[in-house]
């Protein structure tokens, strides 16, 4: 089944210049819903009208154009994708038409629809010169237009022109933006009998069902959505770019305003730094300062802002650049969502643009690594974003949540792209594939290295390892571990070593003559200080063994000593006691730790530490005071491997 093309068309022009007139005439809806509204013959809040036929659905956005209601016209606009630009044929260009491209321009639109009004009462001539100027207007803008049609809503002249221009525009809407995950900015909030609290707005990005659960940002409430509509039409799902009835279940009327968002919870944080790409009004009539304080305006939210810009004291009309708003209270929005700013006196828009990082911090002014960084997220799609985030991050690497919000789409894409990309995800912290390789290679260099200075010891334990690279263990953990997968790297149980590192080629007189006079000394070896002294060469000699396993370290937990038996001893003890106390698979045949030392000949200094040993790595095990042969039901080969 092929998925319903749609598109949300803003109707812009002056005031007065049947606008609404226009939507009567193309939809049979009228959109001056208000009193004050019918009364004064002027729209002041956004109204909105469904454009049906078989290529689609329309939905009209008839936004307001009296300079007062021009922040409730972008409230409207910022979601709208193409423009239907009304203009009366006998006044022509007039300010707000002006200011309202400018603010279709900087928003991202680029594509419309041109109309002149009232067209019976205009001669041919003045027909021909408004057309020449709102065509050259429009293009001024950057809008893709097809030719003006001429309409009046009195005799019907170009409305099923003007019907067919708009439906044309389907052809290349799609099915609106889907980024995973629902963004709806809240512009009514009201109570209807059966269905509990409802709201409206515009559905900007994401499907949104039925059942679904949403968190109202910023604030962090959550409610569950019961009912959805669509032009009065209950559906069980709204899809992107719909104008979108919500009744939601577990909020209250008081709990929920206008200027607040439903989205998908957790993937929105409440911030007062937002990093942008800005684009001053073409129309100004001076360079826009950095330092401006001025209004945010972006969905339904409206806030103050104070404008900071990274490379320049100012931008100029037309210019574009990438910057930071520093707000000031708590906003909470997706990545890459239009904006526009504007001045409280003189009453005007100055600039617009996109949200790069909506949950951004302070940063250097004229550091040209932050303004490329931001030129690359500005210039790319959600991969490039995340690929700028991991390359700042290095070794360290950013949180799943993180990485989501700067590329405006959900943890579960994200983590897709992040795979496909050769990220690596450690601690629930994705490290990107240049910062892993560049680890790998420091983790080879500091094995070398260890390996030169140490090149008796067997092999290098991750926290010394960690500690060489300023890394977490976890993250050296992960490393190693990726480095043994490929064959670079061998783990010898606590410790690694580089694979091509032979600890045997090392092997010295000092050792040799170590290791003699241990096995020599069987079941009762000199002391560790006797053996090693101060010699640093013998100390090396016996930390080689030892990680060897040809000398063993046993220790007795009660005086907190050590005793290092050679292998050859430990394996002989076990022999005599198997065959000692060949009833020692229960406790009533076991044997006491004074019968072990009788029977092995060694005082209780030697014989404690090894049964200790013994008892470790599972060849014996305690029973009171007796001590049971554990394979020793399992045959005497067993007992003795």
Not at 64 to 85: K, Q
Not at 323 to 345: G, I, N, T, Y
Not at 616 to 632: E, K, M, Q
Request: hydrophobic share 45%; proline share 5%; aromatic share 4%.
């Amino acid at each position: 089944m092929t998925a319903l093309k749609t598109l949300l068309v803003g109707v812009i022009g002056h005031v007065d210049h049947g606008k609404t007139s226009l939507v009567r005439a193309l939809t049979g809806v009228e959109t001056d819903r208000l009193k004050e509204e019918q009364a004064r013959g002027v729209s002041i809040v956004p109204g909105f009208a469904l454009l049906a036929g078989e290529a689609g659905e329309i939905d009209l956005v008839d936004l307001p154009g009296h300079e007062r209601f021009v922040r409730a016209m972008i409230s409207g606009a910022t979601g709208m994708r193409a423009v239907l630009l009304a203009v009366d044929a006998h006044e022509g260009i007039k300010p707000q038409t002006v200011e309202h491209l400018e603010i279709a321009r900087l928003i991202g639109v680029r594509r419309g629809v041109l109309a002149l009004t009232k067209a019976d009462l205009a001669t041919p001539e003045t027909i021909q010169l408004r057309s020449a100027e709102l065509s050259a207007a429009a293009a001024k803008a950057g809008l893709e237009s097809g030719p003006v049609i001429a309409t009046s809503t009195v005799s019907g002249l170009g409305v099923p022109a003007l019907s067919a221009a708009l439906t044309g525009l389907l052809a290349e809407a799609g099915t609106g933006t889907d980024d995973g995950f629902p963004y709806l900015p809240v512009d009514r909030v009201f109570t209807r009998p059966g269905f509990g609290t409802v709201v409206t707005g515009t559905l900007r990005r994401g499907r949104l069902a039925v059942g679904d659960t949403v968190e109202i940002a910023p604030g962090g409430r959550t409610a569950v959505v019961r009912g959805l509509q669509i032009h009065g039409r209950p559906v069980e799902v709204a899809e992107p770019g719909r104008r979108t009835a919500v009744a939601l279940r577990g909020v209250g009327l008081d709990e929920i305003a206008r200027g607040q968002a439903l989205c998908l919870p957790d993937l929105l944080v409440p911030t007062r730094w937002l990093d942008v790409a800005i684009t001053a009004a073409a129309s100004a009539g001076s360079a826009l300062a950095g330092g401006t304080a001025c209004r945010l305006l972006f969905g339904t939210t409206e806030v103050e802002a104070r404008l900071r810009l990274l490379d320049r004291p100012s931008l100029e009309p037309g210019a574009s650049a990438q910057a930071q708003l520093h707000l000031s209270e708590d906003v909470a929005v997706p990545a890459r969502e239009p904006f526009v700013l504007r001045l409280d006196s003189p009453a005007a828009t100055v600039a617009g643009g996109r949200i790069l990082d909506p949950a951004s911090r302070r940063r250097r002014r004229n550091d040209p690594r932050v303004t490329a960084d931001l030129a690359a997220i500005a210039a790319g799609r959600p991969a490039e974003a995340l690929a700028v985030r991991l390359g700042q991050a290095g070794a360290t690497g950013a949180p799943l949540m993180e990485l989501a919000r700067l590329a405006g789409t959900t943890a579960d894409r994200v983590r897709r792209l992040l795979t496909a990309s050769g990220a690596r995800e450690i601690a629930e912290r994705f490290v990107g594939a240049p910062a892993f390789a560049a680890l790998r290679t420091g983790m080879m260099g500091t094995l070398s290295q260890f390996h030169r200075d140490r090149p008796m010891d067997h092999g290098a334990p991750l926290d010394q390892v960690a500690r060489s690279l300023a890394l977490p263990e976890a993250v050296a953990a992960a490393v190693l571990r990726d480095l043994a997968a490929t064959g670079e790297v061998v783990q010898a149980g606590t410790l690694w070593r580089r694979r091509d590192f032979d600890p045997a080629r090392n092997e010295t007189e000092v050792v040799r003559r170590l290791e003699t006079s241990f096995r020599r000394a069987g079941l009762n070896p000199p002391d560790e200080t006797e053996a090693v002294g101060r010699d640093i060469r013998r100390r090396e000699a016996l930390n080689y063994l030892v990680a060897s396993g040809t000398v063993i370290r046993a220790v007795d937990r009660v005086q907190r000593r050590a005793v290092l038996f050679h292998k050859e001893a430990v394996a002989g003890a076990r022999s005599r006691l198997v065959e000692a106390f060949p009833e020692a698979s229960t406790p009533e045949g076991g044997f006491l730790a004074r019968e072990a030392g009788a029977t092995l000949g060694i005082s209780r200094k030697f014989s404690i530490p090894l049964l200790e040993h013994l008892d470790a790595t599972g060849f014996t095990r305690r029973a009171g005071d007796r001590r049971i042969i554990v394979a020793l039901e399992k045959g005497t080969a067993e007992a003795l491997a």
